[in-house]
């Protein structure tokens, strides 16, 4: 069984600030940690499930918070950037199952350190009409890869955004919003002993149904701690259904520029679109960050 991991950091057991997951914040070095902590929980999970390969990818900011010398030596770690996938870089339909750590609510949302993807250049997302952000938008690529989201990690907002996409996904909620940069919070313990407990059974689960049929169909209403390349990746999801990705940016001038690009089209002066696979749209969305960073001198936020 090979297992896939996109390792995220707002969701990470007790972070709620962003000097917490951003490089040079005060307690950054710390927030390192609980990453690798609640990915090495997962991990585990997947060991006891009978993974007989397991890569993370370190999918936050930099993608070089993960600590190398603490991960669980289980695991690969494919660290770095830039990706051409992102958050999702070495996926492809050969794996079994993914997993999703620390991962956070959409632009918005009430949710702890909520956003997509930038931090204020992106106001909102839609995938076929549906308001999504990075879950959606990763599930759906996954989906697309015939790769199932089986469990996801973060705050009960990101939880219930996930369930919202496909209500087969189980969730573990380590902290609880109180405010974008507030959360009442799971011990870290009890945290990561739940993680560590879903991914086993939901891994134990999904593998003894194998065969049949395996998530939902990736967009809101359609059914918490719930009980290698990117050119295979692109290629992988070829045969996957047409879907739109449309994003609403902060500045008009961001939109003007990407509709130099064939295919991308305007919605309205802040708002452009494009069709294609998701993950083909995953793929030319981490074009138009770069645009975006480029012409708004503002890096991807973390």
């Known amino acids: 069984m090979r297992i896939f991991i996109s390792a995220d950091m707002e969701g990470i057991t007790g972070l709620v600030d962003a000097d917490d997951v951003q490089p040079g914040g005060r307690d950054y070095e710390r ?3 609980a990453m690798t902590g609640d990915v090495n929980a ?5 060991v006891r499930a009978g993974a ?3 890569v993370v990818n370190d999918a936050h900011g930099p993608m070089r918070n993960l600590m190398t010398e603490s991960l669980h030596p289980a695991a690969r770690l494919i660290r770095g ?3 051409t996938m992102g958050m999702i870089e070495g996926l492809t339909g050969d794996y079994d199952a993914m997993l999703c750590v620390g991962y956070h609510a959409r632009a918005g949302a009430h949710g702890v350190l909520s956003h997509s993807f930038m931090g204020h250049e992106i106001e909102d997302m839609w995938l076929d009409g549906a308001a999504t952000g990075e879950i959606g938008l990763v599930q759906a690529s996954a989906a697309a890869l015939g790769v199932p989201l089986v469990v996801l990690t973060g705050d009960d907002a990101a939880c219930a955004e996930a369930t919202a996409w496909d209500d087969t996904v189980a969730t573990v909620p380590v902290k609880y919003v109180r405010s974008r940069f507030a959360a009442e919070l799971r011990p870290e313990n009890e945290a990561r002993a739940a993680i560590e407990e879903t991914v086993a059974r939901a891994l134990g689960e999904s593998r003894r ?3 049949g ?3 939902g169909s990736g967009k809101p209403g ?5 009980t ?3 050119e295979s990746s692109e290629s992988s999801g070829s045969s996957a259904p047409t879907a739109t990705l449309a994003v609403r940016w902060q500045s008009s001038a961001v939109a003007e520029i990407l509709l130099g690009i064939p295919g991308v089209t305007a919605v309205d002066p802040r708002t452009v679109q494009a069709a294609g696979t998701p993950p083909d749209l995953f793929r030319q969305f981490g074009v138009w960050m770069r645009v975006a960073s480029a012409l708004t001198n503002q890096a991807p936020y973390c």
């Open 209 to 211: 149904g194998a065969g």
């Open 213 to 215: 049929e395996s998530g």
């Open 52 to 54: 007989t390969e397991i």
């Open 222 to 226: 359609d059914s918490s701690e719930s």
């Open 228 to 230: 290698d390349s990117s």
């Open 42 to 46: 997962a991990v585990r999970g997947a």
């Open 31 to 33: 927030g390192r940690l």
């Open 81 to 83: 950037k830039p990706k």
